[in-house]
């Protein structure tokens, strides 16, 4: 599974929009892009994944460089309850569907 | 709908005790996983079942054993537990098949072996 970086930290303002980027320059033709948030100290929770096309759902949007090499997760209108660690992910997904997790960044929404 | 539940929440054990660790998923995923967090890291997988009846090793299985008791359940065991193993667990589920179906969590089982 290709290897991602990821800024360590990032500051946003309650009520605009937060902008992950996340940096995969070796991922593979077959390998979908997946991103997830941990708040405190719960579980991760699955936000959106996506192979080449940007993706939206009622959490945020998803968008991927046409190369690939490269994607950002938007959260259109930050609030105080998505201060957390995301994480960005690539892998195979019909292998042996692991997730490999780095350190994240960690979103911090002041009001 | 419950998800993902693990238990217990929290465990303090001795060195050298053993404990098993339970998880149980209601969403009749096939696959399963269990992974620890140490403080300030991401999570790393220690084992996971892909299917009911299989197991494989991930990142870090040494000192665990699992048991896929059947599709929803899939514990994890310590057998002689040490200082190390000091972690936060996470269980997760997923559904097995082509379009990258996501992995769900639980909570956590937060163990502290002194």
């Known amino acids: 599974d290709a290897k991602t970086t990821q800024p360590t930290s990032m500051d946003c303002a309650e009520g605009r929009a937060a902008n992950l980027p996340c940096n995969h320059s070796t991922i593979s033709g077959n390998e979908y892009v997946y991103w997830y948030r941990q708040i405190h100290s719960q579980g991760p929770q699955y936000i959106i994944h996506g192979l080449k096309n940007n993706e939206t759902n009622e959490m945020a949007s998803l968008i991927i460089t046409e190369d690939r090499k490269s994607s950002t997760l938007i959260l259109p209108h930050a609030t105080l309850r998505d201060t957390a660690v995301y994480y960005c992910?690539?892998?195979?997904?019909?292998?042996?569907?692991?997730?490999?997790f780095g350190t994240g960044t960690r979103l911090q929404v002041f009001p | 709908n419950a998800g993902v539940t693990q238990t217990p929440k929290f465990q303090v054990l001795k060195t050298g005790q053993s404990m098993t660790l339970q998880c149980a998923q209601d969403m009749n995923h096939n696959s399963m996983y269990w992974y620890r967090q140490d403080p300030g890291m991401g999570l790393r997988l220690i084992y996971y079942s892909a299917s009911e009846g299989t197991t494989d090793k991930g990142e870090v299985p040494n000192g665990y054993n699992v048991s896929r008791l059947n599709k929803r359940e899939f514990s994890l065991r310590l057998e002689s537990a040490a200082p190390s193993q000091t972690s936060v667990y996470f269980c997760?589920?997923?559904?097995w098949g082509d379009g990258g179906q996501p992995q769900h969590f639980g909570d956590g089982t937060r163990l502290s072996i002194l």
């Open positions: 997760a589920s997923s559904e």
């Open positions: 992910i690539v892998r195979v997904a019909y292998n042996t569907d692991k997730l490999i």
